[in-house]
T-cell receptor
Framework: DAGVTQSPTHLIKTRGQQVTLRCSPI?????VSWYQQVLGQGPQFIFQ???????GRGNFPDRFSARQFPNYSSELNVNALLLGDSALYLC????????????FGQGTRLTVV | KQEVTQIPAALSVPEGENLVLNCSFT??????LQWFRQDPGKGLTSLLL?????REQTSGRLNASLDKSSGRSTLYIAASQPGDSATYLC???????????FGAGTRLAVHP
């Protein structure tokens, strides 16, 4: 069985540009969460989607948005990129809303120059 | 506001030692706690999940305990090996929607 897959693996963007990151959850999983991990720190929660509805949002500006599709895959969009948005973006999937194990993808390394 | 702290921040041990990694959290109202391993520049690998009603979980050489009342969890690694070298992260789910709050991690180096 395939695990959580994220694309692309690496990305370089210029300040002010927009970026879209993609995530495919484990087959059968209906919950997808997004995290940002800056070098040397633990991941920080950005969004959680369950059954295509937003169920949780972290303390991130409105430049960050996400959605979940009918096949439960998800996209994270970041507008007006800042240098500080450079980070590893991680996607996690789980089978339910909570009380279940979270499985992470390999991440997308975003560099803003 | 839930905060998670991991001690020590870094640890270097010779191969074969048994070791303990610590995780503490400020709000005892959690749904579960999960331990992860992260290799440099990579994603997270789930090691153990402890539900709030459980006291411990074991997988191979790993054993994790949970004491909700004191806001603590420990990850015990038996007979450490160089392949165990990685960053170990603990995370708590306080909201029930898999909104995980992470600690900053413990960077472990096991040398031959």
């Amino acid at each position: 069985d395939a695990g959580v897959t994220q694309s692309p693996t690496h990305l370089i963007k210029t300040r002010g540009q927009q970026v879209t990151l993609r995530c495919s959850p484990i087959s059968g999983h209906k919950s997808v969460s997004w995290y940002q991990q800056v070098l040397g720190q633990g991941p920080q929660f950005i969004f959680q989607y369950y059954e295509k509805e937003e169920r949780g949002r972290g303390n991130f500006p409105d430049r960050f948005s996400a959605r979940q599709f009918p096949n439960y895959s998800s996209e994270l969009n970041v507008n007006a990129l800042l240098l500080g948005d450079s980070a590893l973006y991680l996607c996690a999937s789980s089978s339910g809303q909570g009380l279940t194990e979270a499985f992470f993808g390999q991440g997308t390394r975003l560099t803003v120059v | 506001k839930q905060e998670v702290t991991q001690i020590p921040a870094a640890l270097s041990v010779p191969e074969g030692e048994n070791l303990v990694l610590n995780c503490s959290f400020t709000d005892s109202a959690i749904y579960n706690l999960q331990w992860f391993r992260q290799d440099p520049g990579k994603g997270l690998t789930s090691l153990l999940l402890i539900q709030s009603s459980q006291r411990e979980q074991t997988s191979g050489r790993l054993n994790a305990s949970l004491d909700k009342s004191s806001g603590r969890s420990t990850l015990y690694i038996a007979a450490s090996q160089p392949g165990d070298s990685a960053t170990y992260l603990c995370a708590v789910d306080s909201g029930g929607y898999n909104k995980l709050i992470f600690g900053a991690g413990t960077r472990l180096a096991v040398h031959p």
